[in-house]
Nanobody, 116 residues
């Protein structure tokens, strides 16, 4: 079993930045895929950004140019740098990890609230 623990959320004004962290309970090198998702009240969960084992990244159109996903394998942590935040970025942000032949792992989430 793998635990994913998100941190770094909070309340910020529009235009400011936050950096989210997703710390895994073991090495992230075995994961084929790690991603950040978000879910706002009354809306479906959506992909924000992902990074593959090889380092390929993918972003939702709504965050391209503002958010950056990265990882530090030595710290077993994936980050989401969020710049130029907008009120519509308000949501619970969740970390996800996939590896072959295992169920998908999810963290508990961290709340991000952007005020106008």
């Amino acid at each position: 079993q793998v635990q994913l623990v998100e941190s770094g959320g909070g309340l910020v004004q529009a235009g400011r930045s936050l950096r989210l962290s997703c710390a895994a309970s073991r090495s992230i090198s075995s994961f084929d895929y790690m991603g950040w998702y978000r879910q706002a009240p009354g809306k479906q969960r959506e992909l924000v950004a992902s990074i593959s084992r090889r380092g390929s990244t993918n972003y939702a159109d709504s965050v391209k140019g503002r958010f950056t996903i990265s990882r530090d394998s030595a710290k077993n942590t994936v980050y989401l740098q969020m710049d130029s935040l907008k009120p519509e970025d308000t949501a619970v942000y969740l970390c996800r990890a996939d590896e072959a032949y295992r169920p998908t792992y999810w963290g508990q989430g961290t709340q991000v609230t952007v005020s106008s």
